[in-house]
Nanobody, 125 residues
Framework: QGQLVESGGGSVQAGGSLRLSCTGS????????VGWFRQAPEKEREGVACINWSGQRQYYGDSVKERFAISRDNVDNTLYLQMHSLTPDDTAMYYCAVNIACSSIGIYPADFTYWGQGILVTVSS
């Protein structure tokens, strides 16, 4: 396992955009599937977006489709989450994760998943 560090969070008004980044060892190891989760206060953790190693397959949670875009740079060892049209419902701690289940069925932690420490995104109305 490696250490993952998220950046790019903060406060934004509704309708605004933010881009989260995640760097760390193991993030772009061969074959890794990675993604973003979030957890709002008093809510369950939610899979937001995931991407396979080649970047050719991406899946999104229903609440963020058409607004968020996940990408990865396997050379710079970085995972991104571009977020547009943010609403107060997007307010949460966002976590990047490595070795996750990623398919049209959903986005879930799996055996050997490891996490970043999280970063706060706050969207005000």
């Amino acid at each position: 396992q490696g250490q993952l560090v998220e950046s790019g969070g903060g406060s934004v008004q509704a309708g605004g955009s933010l881009r989260l980044s995640c760097t760390g060892s193991g993030l772009t190891s061969d074959g890794t599937t990675v993604g973003w989760f979030r957890q709002a206060p008093e809510k369950e953790r939610e899979g937001v977006a995931c991407i396979n190693w080649s970047g050719q397959r991406q899946y999104y949670g229903d609440s963020v489709k058409e607004r968020f875009a996940i990408s990865r740079d396997n050379v710079d060892n970085t995972l991104y989450l571009q977020m547009h049209s943010l609403t107060p419902d997007d307010t949460a701690m966002y976590y990047c994760a490595v070795n996750i289940a990623c398919s049209s069925i959903g986005i879930y932690p799996a055996d050997f998943t490891y996490w970043g420490q999280g970063i706060l995104v706050t969207v005000s109305s």
